[in-house]
């Protein structure tokens, strides 16, 4: 079975500080994509990011980034100078790339305030 | 391109009552999948359809079922709604293959 582990449920920091989101997966698949969405209070979830399974190749994309890592399966988001406006809960999601269709396993999430 | 809309935006029922939620993907996208998101058990997939078959499933009882149309709108049914029913239901489109991109949701609570 797979699964998506964010053991991170609230994080508060400072505008300007850096913060990273943590993720954990699980999956006996070798091939499978990996997610980032922010959902802000509006409800809508927003795409953020993808990665596949055979693309270790970090990102950096403004003031994101992220760092996927196999050997610990692992897809951690860090965001740089943190504003007000990244405030909201951030989803990180998993989907097998040959089985069960479009289906995204979601983490349980993690709240980020980031306060003035 | 107009993004992923939803209707209606809220809705307020009874036990007992049934309740049809509407989704209109993106142009273009042919896959619509559904997922309820609640504060206990977060976002779970509830279904998947693409060219109006259904392709995958998640684990929720009949009383949830949906469908899609030639023009890759979609709709949820819930019947005999019960409270724990009561959840932000959103729709997402793709390409088939690609990132999913999500509504803004209908927010349905069973009195």
């Known amino acids: 079975a797979q699964k998506v582990t964010q053991a991170q449920t609230e994080i508060s920091v400072v505008e300007k500080e850096d913060v990273t989101l943590d993720c954990v997966y699980e999956?006996?698949?070798?091939?499978?994509?990996l997610f980032w969405y922010k959902q802000p209070p509006s409800g809508e979830l927003v795409f953020l990011i993808r990665?596949?399974?055979?693309?270790?190749q970090n990102e950096i994309s403004g003031r994101y980034s992220w760092n996927f890592q196999k050997s610990t399966s692992s897809f951690n988001f860090t965001i740089t100078a943190s504003q007000v406006v990244d405030s909201a809960v951030y989803f990180c999601?998993?989907?097998?790339?040959?089985?069960?269709?479009?289906?995204?396993?979601f983490g349980q999430g993690t709240e980020l305030s980031v306060k003035p | 391109k107009a993004g992923v809309t939803q209707t209606p935006r809220y809705l307020i029922k009874t036990r007992g009552q049934q309740v049809t939620l509407s989704c209109s993907p993106i142009?273009?996208?042919?896959?619509v999948s559904w997922y309820q998101q609640t504060p206990g058990q977060g976002l779970q997939f509830l279904f998947e359809?693409?060219?109006?078959?259904?392709?995958n499933k998640g684990n929720f009882p009949g009383r949830f079922s949906g469908r899609q149309f030639s023009n890759s709108r979609s709709e949820m049914n819930v019947s005999t709604l019960e409270l724990g029913d009561s959840a932000l239901y959103l729709c997402?489109?793709?390409?088939?293959?690609?990132?999913?991109?999500f509504g803004p949701g209908t927010r349905l609570t069973v009195l």
């Open positions: 999956t006996r698949d070798t091939t499978y994509y």
């Open positions: 999601a998993l989907r097998l790339i040959y089985n069960q269709g479009g289906k995204l396993i």
């Open positions: 142009s273009g996208h042919r896959s």
């Open positions: 997402a489109s793709s390409m088939r293959g690609n990132e999913q991109f």
């Open positions: 990665r596949n399974s055979f693309d270790e």
């Open positions: 359809y693409f060219s109006e078959t259904q392709r």
